[in-house]
Nanobody, 127 residues
Framework: QVQLVESGGGLVQAGGSLRLSCAASGRTFSVYVMGWFRQAPGKEREFVAAISRSGSNTYYADSVKGRFTISRDNAKNTVYLQMNSLKPEDTAVYYC????????????????????WGQGTQVTVSS
């Protein structure tokens, strides 16, 4: 079992930056693949970024590649999402997710593969 708590969301102008954090408690953090997903009103939850257990491999949705960076600090039980050059279309509730059983790279971006979710944090980008 792991509990996830996101923070760092807010209102920012287009072109600005935010850093989201997701603090985990419970089981040893380093056994979990971690992901960030987002959901805009009226849309399905979509993959944003994911990171392997050691942090050596990262994966991104095409829409955020080159602008967002996912990282993790296993000593602090925290995963981060640095978001730069934000656009109005990045507006959404951002969720942190974790799973201990993910093996295949193809599963990193699939919401149904993650067993644990945070409550979400709102990111609003104004034009």
């Amino acid at each position: 079992q792991v509990q996830l708590v996101e923070s760092g969301g807010g209102l920012v102008q287009a072109g600005g930056s935010l850093r989201l954090s997701c603090a985990a408690s419970g089981r040893t953090f380093s056994v979990y693949v971690m992901g960030w997903f987002r959901q805009a009103p009226g849309k399905e939850r979509e993959f944003v970024a994911a990171i392997s257990r050691s942090g050596s491999n990262t994966y991104y949705a095409d829409s955020v590649k080159g602008r967002f960076t996912i990282s993790r600090d296993n000593a602090k039980n925290t995963v981060y999402l640095q978001m730069n050059s934000l656009k109005p279309e990045d507006t959404a509730v951002y969720y942190c997710a974790a799973d201990v059983d993910i093996i295949y790279v193809s599963d990193y971006g699939v919401p149904a593969k993650y067993g644990y979710w945070g409550q979400g944090t709102q990111v609003t980008v104004s034009s």
